[in-house]
């Protein structure tokens, strides 16, 4: 009955590690804008930080959805929490690196 209301059927290909890599710059620009407009702190992230994260969290099932969770849960936790201890001022910088 599904497969006679559908019209189309898309068939994607598996996202490459560039793709990937570049959706993680993209969703962290999203997440951290707020601090960006708030304190003038900036996110950076290594090449290696980039692929760590997609290594972290990217799910082939899901494709890149988990992304921006794990960006929350992980990334921008752990900012917020370095501002309230003041570990992280006003203009800085922070860099993401590999672990």
Do not use: W
């Amino acid at each position: 009955e599904l497969l006679n209301r559908l019209d189309n059927i898309l068939i994607f290909e598996p996202l490459g590690i560039e793709s990937l890599e570049s959706i993680v710059k993209e969703q962290l620009s999203v997440i951290v804008r707020g601090i960006k407009n708030d304190r003038n702190i900036s996110v950076k992230a290594s090449k290696n930080a980039l692929h760590e994260i997609v290594d972290e969290a990217y799910d082939p099932a899901m494709g890149a959805r988990p992304i921006r969770r794990y960006l929350e849960r992980v990334v921008a936790t752990d900012i917020g929490k370095m501002i309230i201890k003041g570990q992280i001022h006003d203009n800085d910088v922070v860099k993401l690196q590999s672990c």
